[in-house]
């Protein structure tokens, strides 16, 4: 089984969805299963030129004729929907045919979705109230994304009405904060290291720390399925030296950058380098 998607996102830090939703990337999945393809955890890519916050693509891997991917999760308790978009990414503009999604509850089909390359992201949603598990079945090269899982809907209980102040004092309204984008300058791309590899971005203003995502792309050893995890560090300045431990295999990885103020993120994550690891 792929030891791919344990989905520690970093995004742990950067936590975006409402407390009271969870999203599927958040999860751990109990079963994951792909045939001549890999799972990949992606932010801000687009389906159909409308761009996403975030969701899992399933990519082609080797040279297998048929392209097939499951993940099984189990429902989070309180959950009435489960929702969001399904679609083919337009990075992967090169596959042809169509892309199939089943959504299954306790074993039934629930609903089924189609995608073809270009296509707008199709909009899903199923009641999940009473099902205990959720398995995710794609097939061809697609992606999901914006999932969430959302709770039951409460009953709202009337408020007191509270008494009017003679004169309402107006109180000026605070704009929330824009995230800015941040841009990372080192490695380069395709930049090989054997024992530690710099990672290097532009400062952002009020910044008082910076998260490092790194993920391992793909594994050098053939005999092993491609891998993916992902690593969090916390870092000043605005450089950061990993030193490779021995847990660190060769293959390729991919680094981006988030930045975080007194009050919380700053910034969205940096553009990515993909960098080649070579242990001895």
Known sequence: MISALPLLVVASLVQTAKKSEVRLVDLTPVTQIAQSTVFQLSREFSIGGIVLAEGIQLLPQGDGPERTGRLVYSVPKGSEFFKGKFGIADSDAGHTGESKLQIVLDGETAQELSASTGDKPTDFQVTVKDSKSIMLVFKGTSAIADAVFTPETETAKPT??????????????????ELVRMNLTAPQNGEVAKNDVTFKWDPVDGAISYGVEIVMITNANPKKIPSRFMRAFSASGESFEWNFSDDVLSGEYQVSVIAFGKNGVLSKFSNSRRFKVTRK
């Open 160 to 177: 007191p009405k509270q008494p009017q102040p003679a004169e309402p004092v107006e109180t000026p309204k605070q704009a929330p904060g």
